[in-house]
C-alpha cells in the first residue's frame, strides 16, 4: 500500500525510492518511456508497481548511451535487448574511432612539426575508414598502371594497403599525411609505371623469380624481377606468401585472386616452386648486402681490383634466378635465360639496378611501413650504390691480379701516414668558418664536406684496425670543431695502426693487406688534402718527401681501376710540366691542375 491508500506511486514517492529527481521522471514519463498507471483528480500522475524496476532500465540504458527511440523500442518489445545493445555497441564504436582520430590529430600537433594549413588535411585524412583509405591508393595504382600488361606488379601493389591503427601515433599520423600526399605527386605514378613497363617488358603475365622484393636502391636495390612489386618491410617478404607488411607486394610478385586485386582479407598463399623461388631471392638479396655493406666497411672501392672477385661471387650468386618465361609468353619477353657469368649477365644486373631505382617509391614503401607499425627495410643506398657502380666497372670478369695486394712496406706507410697528415693538418688549422662554404674541386663538395670526409677517412680505417668496421658515412663528423675533429681522428687512426698490428694484418675476404688499406688512406688524405689547398688559396705541394711514393702508390693500385660513372676517380687529366707530385697526383685522379 502507499501513502494514498493505493498500490499506486506518486511522482514524488517514485523519485524518493529510486533517487531519481522528479524532473527527470516527468522528462521520461513525457517520453513514452516511464507512463504513469493512472493520474489523481487533481491531474497528478500515479506509477504501477512495476515503476521503479522500468525506471531502472531506462536509467541503466541511458547510462550506456542508449538513445531515446531505441530505449523505447525496447520497452515496447519492438526490438529485443540483444539487438539495441549491438546497435549501440556498433555506435559506440564509430565514436571511439573519431575520438581516437582526434586524438591522434592533437598528439600530433601537440608533438610539434604541423604547420597551421596542414591541420584542416590532417584532420580529414585521419577521420577516413580502412576502405577509404585503401581507395585513395588503390585509385591511384589503376590510373598509373593503366593500359601496362603487368597484372603481377599491380596485384602486388594493391595488396598493400595504407592500413592505419585505431589509435596511430603521431608518426603514424604524420607518414599517412605524407603518404596521401605522395600518391598525389605525378612524379610518384610516372615511377610507378616505369617500374610496372619493365615489368611487362621483362616477362608479361608472369610471376617472376621474384629476387627483387627483398631490394631497392635508396630503400633497397630490386633486380630482376622489379614484376614481383617492391621491397618489403623488415627486410624481406613473408616467405608464406602475401604482402610481408605494407612494406611492399608480396615475395613472388604479389598472388592475386584471378590475377586481380588481393581478395579482401585474404593472404595469397604461393606454391612450391614459388615459394623456393622467394626464398632463392631473398638469399641473393641477403648476400649482395651483406657483401657490399663489408667492401665498403674494407675500404674496397667499387672500381678496384679487390671489387672484381665480389661481383663475381654476387653475379654467380644472382643468374639461378633468372628464368626463362613460359613459352606462351617467350616471344614478348625482351630477357632470355642467362647461363654463365660475362658481359650480358653483368650488363642485364646493372640494367635492373638502375631501372629500379626509383626514390620516391622507395620513400612510400618506408611511410607504408610506418604507417602500419611495421619495422622499415634495411637501407640500401649505400649496398646499392656500391654494386652498380661495380658492376659498371667491371664489365667483362677478369682474374684478380694478385699485384695489386703487394703488401707496402709497414713502417714506410705509417711514416707517409704522419707526414701528410702534418701537412693536410696546419691547412686545416687555417680554416675559418667563412671558408666552410666554398667550392672544391672534388665533386660538388664544399670545404666543410671535404673535411667531413677526410676525418670519415680516418675513423673509417680506425674502426677496420679495431674489428668493428662503421657505415655512418652520412653522419656528421666534423662537429663545432673541424680543427679538433681532423687531428683527433688522425692520432686515434695512428694509434690503432700501431696498437693493433694492422700493417701486418690482412682484412675482408680477399685478405687485402691491412698496409695497403692505410695506403690507400694516404693516398685519399694527400689528394683530398692537395683540394683543400686549392680550394684556399694555399700552395698545393703538399708532403714533398712523401708526395712521390703515394703517387706511385697510387698508379699501383688503380691503375688498371676503369674511370666509369660512379666509380671513385673521373678519367686521368694531363698535369703541366714541372708539377709537383701532389699535383700529379690529382690530375691522375682525374682533378684539373
Not at 227 to 242: F, H, I, W, Y
Not at 506 to 527: K, N, S
Amino acid at each position: 500500500m502507499y501513502e494514498d491508500g493505493t498500490e499506486l506511486l506518486s511522482i514524488g514517492a517514485l523519485s524518493r525510492l529510486t533517487g531519481v529527481c522528479v524532473k527527470t521522471i516527468r522528462n521520461w514519463s513525457d517520453q513514452d518511456l516511464l507512463p504513469p498507471a493512472a493520474r489523481t483528480p487533481a491531474g497528478y500522475r500515479l506509477y504501477g508497481p512495476d515503476a521503479p524496476a522500468r525506471l531502472e532500465i531506462v536509467r541503466s540504458l541511458r547510462d550506456l548511451g542508449v538513445g531515446t527511440a531505441a530505449i523505447r523500442a525496447v520497452l515496447h518489445r519492438e526490438r529485443t535487448l540483444a539487438d539495441t545493445a549491438a546497435r549501440s555497441a556498433d555506435a559506440l564504436d564509430a565514436q571511439i574511432t573519431a575520438l581516437r582520430a582526434q586524438r591522434a590529430v592533437l598528439r600530433a600537433v601537440a608533438a610539434g612539426g604541423t604547420a597551421a594549413e596542414e591541420l584542416p588535411q590532417m584532420t580529414r585524412l585521419a577521420r577516413l575508414t580502412a576502405e577509404e583509405r585503401r581507395r585513395i591508393v588503390a585509385d591511384v595504382i589503376d590510373d598509373a598502371l593503366d593500359g601496362v600488361p603487368a597484372p603481377a606488379y599491380r596485384s602486388g601493389l594493391l595488396a598493400a594497403t595504407p592500413d592505419l591503427p585505431d589509435d596511430p601515433t603521431p608518426d603514424q599520423l604524420h607518414a599517412w599525411n605524407e603518404l596521401a600526399l605522395l600518391v598525389r605527386d605525378p612524379e610518384f605514378r610516372a615511377a610507378l609505371r616505369r617500374l610496372a613497363v619493365y615489368s611487362a617488358r621483362t616477362a608479361p603475365g608472369t610471376v617472376p623469380p621474384a629476387l627483387h622484393s627483398s631490394l631497392t636502391l635508396h630503400s633497397s636495390p630490386t633486380l630482376n624481377s622489379v614484376r614481383a612489386g617492391g621491397p618489403s618491410c623488415a627486410g624481406g617478404p613473408s616467405c608464406a606468401g602475401g604482402p610481408s607488411c605494407a612494406g611492399g607486394p608480396s615475395c613472388a610478385g604479389g598472388p592475386s585472386c584471378a590475377g586481380g586485386p588481393p581478395c579482401a582479407g585474404e593472404t595469397p598463399v604461393p606454391d612450391a616452386d614459388t615459394a623456393a623461388d622467394i626464398e632463392a631471392a631473398e638469399r641473393v638479396a641477403a648476400l649482395m648486402h651483406a657483401r657490399a655493406e663489408a667492401a665498403v666497411a674494407d675500404g674496397i672501392a667499387p672500381d678496384s681490383p679487390a671489387a672484381e672477385p665480389i661481383v663475381a661471387e654476387l653475379v654467380a650468386a644472382w643468374l639461378p634466378t633468372q628464368k626463362a618465361p613460359p613459352a606462351e609468353d617467350a616471344p614478348l619477353a625482351e630477357d632470355g635465360p642467362l647461363a654463365e657469368d660475362g658481359p650480358a649477365a653483368r650488363t642485364r644486373l646493372l640494367e635492373q639496378l638502375e631501372t629500379v631505382t626509383e626514390p620516391l617509391v622507395a620513400h612510400y614503401w618506408r611511410l607504408l611501413c610506418t604507417v602500419t607499425g611495421r619495422p622499415a627495410p634495411p637501407r640500401w643506398e649505400t649496398a646499392g650504390a656500391w654494386t652498380a657502380a661495380a658492376l659498371r666497372a667491371h664489365r667483362t670478369p677478369v682474374l684478380v691480379d694478385r699485384a695489386a695486394f703487394g703488401a707496402p712496406d709497414p713502417e714506410r706507410v705509417l711514416y707517409a701516414y704522419q707526414r701528410v697528415v702534418h701537412a693536410v693538418g696546419a691547412l686545416v688549422a687555417q680554416v675559418r668558418p667563412a671558408d666552410l662554404a666554398r667550392p672544391t674541386p672534388c665533386a660538388d663538395w664544399t670545404v666543410r664536406e671535404l673535411l667531413d670526409h677526410m676525418v670519415w677517412e680516418s675513423l673509417m680505417v680506425t674502426s677496420i684496425a679495431e674489428g668493428t668496421p662503421r657505415t655512418d658515412h652520412t653522419a656528421d663528423h666534423l662537429g663545432d670543431d673541424p680543427r679538433a675533429a681532423f687531428e683527433e681522428s688522425a692520432r686515434a687512426a695512428l694509434a690503432a695502426f700501431r696498437s693493433s698490428g694492422m700493417t701486418e694484418r690482412t682484412f675482408g675476404p680477399y685478405e687485402a693487406p691491412g698496409a695497403l688499406l692505410v695506403q690507400q688512406v694516404v693516398v685519399e688524405l694527400l689528394a683530398h688534402g692537395r683540394d683543400l689547398a686549392w680550394a684556399l688559396g694555399a700552395p698545393t705541394a703538399l708532403a714533398p718527401e712523401v708526395a712521390e711514393e703515394t703517387l706511385e702508390a697510387a698508379r699501383r693500385i688503380y691503375g688498371a681501376a676503369p674511370r666509369t660513372e660512379g666509380g671513385s676517380f673521373a678519367p686521368e687529366r694531363p698535369a703541366p710540366p714541372g708539377a709537383a707530385a701532389a699535383d700529379r697526383l690529382a690530375a691522375f685522379l682525374g682533378r684539373e691542375v
